[in-house]
């Protein structure tokens, strides 16, 4: 099954401000979200809310990036709700 992959406007913009070595391989590992939601070394995220998302969140890491996103199983969609480095994706 292969899942559409969507982006909040928010997460559009902290796309568009990775410098573009590491936009390359951010793209690369979203990519792969559409195979497979939950690959090998995800993580649920408990006690983490991100106003407009859900309760179901999840993370992926990218050397010292993190992109924040959840998975809607009955629509078949992984939303990516955040993208940035492990300092500030927290926040």
């Known amino acids: ?19 573009k070595q590491i936009l390359a391989k951010v793209l690369d590992k979203i990519a792969e979200l559409s195979n497979d939601p ?14 407009n998302a859900s309760d179901k969140l999840y993370r992926i890491r990218i050397g010292d990036y993190r992109v924040i996103y959840e998975i809607e199983d009955e629509v078949v969609t992984v939303t990516i709700v955040k993208v940035a480095h492990r300092k500030k994706v927290y926040e």
């Not at 292969?2 to 796309?15: R, V």
């Not at 939950?38 to 106003?51: E, Q």
């Open 1 to 19: 099954m292969i899942y559409t992959i969507e982006f909040t406007s928010k997460a559009q913009k902290e796309l568009g401000k990775l410098p």
């Open 38 to 51: 939950r690959p090998t070394g995800h993580k649920k995220l408990t006690n983490f809310h991100i106003p």
